[in-house]
């Protein structure tokens, strides 16, 4: 039974450049969480999605965007890219009834450069 | 920004002794649970503790919950090198409908020396 996958695991970018962050669930999970953590912090939530919708929002620009698919797998896309956007970007699942119980990837590093 | 402010922000300590870290938090919540991170790694869920509950227990684990203090502790009780790891305190506010909407302490680092 696979957990959180995402993809790649790894990245680098330029300012002014747009990435896309990809995450499959946990099999059997619905809902999709994004998190930012930033070196030597907490991760903060991005956003969550539930039924290809975004449900649940922090306190982040319209810069960070996301998607649900029908099978439940989700993206992230960060436009117009700054160095402050450097980070660990980790994706959680779970299911609807229990959102708080989030199974985590192992995350994407993402470089600003 | 972050609900929760762990302390201490480090802890190193010997194989066999017991590792205690602390989490307050400022808004009341439903729920707060416990994180492991290695390097920079994804989070594993170690433990949750409800509202109503004050203390629980999951195997080397035991965390306790004081909400007229707003605060947390967690446990590890006779650590071994395999426990080095960030920890993360996770509340889920009261007033934001269960919606998994978890905020994050800065964490602990604990370094358990062989």
């Known amino acids: 039974d696979a957990g959180v996958t995402q993809s790649p695991t790894h990245l680098i970018k330029t300012r002014g450049q747009q990435v896309t962050l990809r995450c499959s669930p946990k099999?059997?999970?619905?809902?999709v969480s994004w998190y930012q953590q930033a070196l030597g912090q907490g991760p903060q939530f991005i956003f969550q999605?539930?039924?290809?919708?975004?449900?649940q929002r922090g306190n982040f620009p319209d810069r960070f965007s996301g998607h649900q698919f029908p099978n439940y797998s989700s993206e992230l896309n960060v436009n117009a890219l700054l160095l402050g956007d450097s980070a660990l970007y980790l994706c959680?699942?779970?299911?609807?009834?229990?959102?708080?119980?989030?199974?985590f990837g192992a995350g994407t590093r993402l470089s600003v450069l | 920004s972050q609900q929760g402010e762990e302390d201490p922000q480090a802890l190193s300590i010997q194989e066999g002794e017991n590792a205690t870290m602390n989490c307050s938090y400022k808004?009341?919540?439903?729920?707060l649970q416990w994180y492991r991170q290695n390097s920079g790694r994804g989070l594993v869920h170690l433990i949750l503790i409800r509202s109503n509950e004050r203390e629980k227990h999951s195997g080397r684990l035991r965390v306790t919950l004081d909400t007229s203090k707003k605060s947390s502790s967690l446990l590890i009780t006779a650590s071994r090198a395999a426990d080095t790891a960030s920890y993360f305190c996770a509340t889920d506010p009261i007033g934001s409908g269960n919606t998994g909407k978890l905020i994050f302490g800065q964490g602990t680092t604990l370094q358990v020396k062989p």
């Open positions: 808004t009341s919540i439903n729920n």
């Open positions: 099999s059997g999970h619905d809902t």
């Open positions: 999605y539930y039924e290809e919708e975004e449900r």
């Open positions: 959680a699942s779970s299911l609807v009834l229990a959102k708080n119980i989030q199974y």
